[in-house]
């Protein structure tokens, strides 16, 4: 396992786990991981057998005796691989069809797998490996690449597009209509009917009960690589940039683009007809309302860079004491 | 076209374009529009076939060769019947039972649609052309109206009433119970039992995955032509005016009364037993703890009349700049 | 009635009624309650046939004529207690199974109710009179307990526990992987596998469309009578403890542990790794990004004691007023 993980073994290299674990946690037989110092005390004490650590780690104890040393460049890194190793020894990959509905014109490619009281649309094409579970709905002319998961619930409307290796989530709702009105004179409001549509591209994660509106002309796009939290909304025309890791609860209004590698934290708002710069970062229940030109961070509502609110907020919070 | 639209040809009458496109995606055969003068530079260069353009607009300079501009009075209104024209005529409007479970005492309207695994309980009566998805639930003694399209995996609880002409998106859950606990001495809670219900009006659209809980002892109301966009939720006893556009996660919370033609941005919250008037908006993540009893724009958590808040906040911003 | 509850009549023992209604709207044969002196001159003119009221109320007016006082130590408790004997005579306890997929080595106690296009996966087991509605997922070796209720859309991932008297409400999503992603070099993430799961105690709601994620390596923990409302999010690994109760779109970060009876109100957000003391209360849209080490009431993002942020605040609205 060190061997594969690019580290070295300091102490038995026949060590076996069964388990994983919390470092407060570790039992005997079982692998526990160091990356962030807070928590080296939990090492000293530990019965875990295994324990992934940096390569440059120099305890500042005695070891546990039964400890092994597993020295990795990167223990968090070392740690997504073994339980990414775990996950995939358990996956099935085999042809299945469950109590279905498959249109006859669908197309579905080899070894996929469909649940029960799942229903596929006229010409949709899914692609190799890719695993439908119960109880999702997929309407026409959707195109799904190969090696993807949707889990129970996710509805995916027509002419949806999605890459290789995309997780949908459960219950996330990919291609509804956008939130599209026009005011009348009375005050009421007419719908703007949509007619476009959502093109996902490949390795994007998609949270669940998440929503992604289609455009109305053209396409809502999300990039290749985007980590989309549960309870998202991205609206109609929205374009998110590859890499992009929104967390949960953020909305991202329509025709926004959001570039490459934006981190967007929890609850954040992004008005509509906007661009963020790339590799921007956006605080918890920050507000923006208006373009991000220069990557960096932001916090607060509206927005303003992140050294700037948390210097006036000092100042808030000392006029709150007086 | 033209004709229909109540505007004016400059150009070929004949034109034929074949879809829809953003201005600046415009290509031959295909039809765009000119509302927002910040995107009128892109008309000059434009390869569409046919432009929507205000009545009286005046070209600065010399127009594409092989453009035609259909002069209506709005142009995003005459796009918007463009659109629902195409949609219009893609429907179909057909009686169809899926595999779906439809209990003996309901009744179901001419030519309406119900797709597969869904369930329609004991009693309940939904109209004529009405459409019911793939994957939805319908409880007993619901009453849904003509023309309603009810998206795929949403759920409508007994005793809901819905209007005519109502979308309900993918996933939303209607007429759930409301979050009602009582507290105990011993810091724990009772469950209020809700046996009222929810009662949306006609041509409302609630959006994906949004959540309309039922009230204890009477109705949660939405009143007509409302439209509530994904993830809002509307708690319980809660009455939503006419025309109310409310954006993506909103919360209003118990028995608070949101007046006529309110505007509500995204990720607003409006605490209980509150009323805020007609006409009020209430910008993007402003949080109402009080009565609004005077309609205008309003900002910030707490909310402040919009100019007040707008004030405040640039003084904030130079304070942390010092 | 009275006897039940604890209480005293004041008027005629023998009277009846058959529905509950608003104390604004309580009409002959209708119960109603007077809880909030707010409301005390609608009592005067009902024309309700039974009034809850609490055992020291003294009428300043007449009472009106055909109105019985049902005099209790807590009205709004009172009439929790009858809401919730009106709805247990409606339950029905009896085995049913509608049109679903249990499998084979799935195990349900007595007079489980399944209803239709449910899926329930291996070694999953059941408690007695449990209710599973229509259009439910249930993964493998689920262990649900006794009397709960799952409503509509509702999917459960493997390894999940609950315990008995549960309500999980409609399309709530608890067990899908946590937002897991490691950073690499490039800018992309790699996905962090799942393979924990979710623990949740007694006497459990959880509301609509919310979701709970399963945790990398050990458990998601909800304590036992907590109450979490609509579209909420716990990540990975968090802690909620008991009788905490969560109004709608509060989302509370990986690993972060939420005290026994704090109190959060909607679109509260808490971020990761933090510990917040028992019996806090955080009022709306506070974003907590700190450990609350001391409880009490908090309010504004980031955090501040209540009384600290309402006096900057009123501050801070003078200045946009000047």
């Known amino acids: 396992m060190a061997a594969a993980l690019g580290g070295s073994v300091q102490g038995n290299p026949d060590e076996t786990v069964t388990s994983f674990a919390k470092i407060e946690h570790g039992k ?52 997504a691989q073994l339980l990414a190793y775990v996950k995939n020894k358990k996956k099935q990959f085999r042809r299945h069809r469950g109590r279905c509905r498959i249109a006859f014109s669908a197309s579905l490619g080899s070894r996929v ?11 949709t094409r899914i692609g190799a490996q890719t695993r439908i579970c119960d109880n999702v709905t997929i309407g026409e002319n ?13 509805v995916i409307f027509a ?6 290796r995309c997780i949908l989530h459960a219950g996330c709702v990919i291609g509804d209509d956008g939130f599209g009105n026009v005011r009348q004179e009375d005050g009421s409001w007419k719908k703007i009917e949509h007619l476009g549509n959502v093109v996902i591209g490949n390795d994007v ?10 455009a109305p002309m053209e396409s809502t796009i999300i990039g290749n690589g985007a980590r989309i939290d549960n309870l998202c909304v991205v609206a ?42 790339p590799d921007t970062t956006l605080c918890a229940q920050t507000g923006v309302i208006g373009d991000i030109r220069k990557s960096g961070y ?21 006029s709150g004491l007086e």
């Open 142 to 154: 959707v195109r799904i690449g190969n090696d993807c998961i949707i889990y129970p619930g996710a």
């Open 298 to 318: 932001y916090f607060g509502s509206p927005a303003l860079p992140h050294r700037t609110f948390l210097k006036a907020y000092a100042k808030f919070k000392q």
């Open 28 to 79: 005997k037989g079982q692998l526990c991981f160091l990356a962030n110092m807070k928590y080296e005390h939990y090492l000293y004490t530990s019965k875990a057998s295994i324990m992934l650590v940096a390569e440059d780690f120099r305890p500042r104890q005695a070891l546990p005796e039964g400890l092994t040393l597993v020295r990795t460049p990167n223990p968090y890194d070392a740690l």
């Open 159 to 164: 002419d949806t597009v999605i890459g290789d």
């Open 205 to 214: 994660e998609i949270g669940s009960n998440a929503t992604i509106d289609k």
């Open 236 to 277: 109609h025309n929205a374009k998110i940039g590859e890499h992009v890791a929104m967390a949960a609860l953020c909305g991202i209004a329509g025709s926004t683009e959001i570039g490459d590698r934006c981190i967007l934290a929890g609850q954040v708002g992004v008005a509509g007809h906007l661009k963020v710069a």
């Open 113 to 123: 797998w469909v649940g029960d009281y799942v229903t596929i649309g006229a010409k």
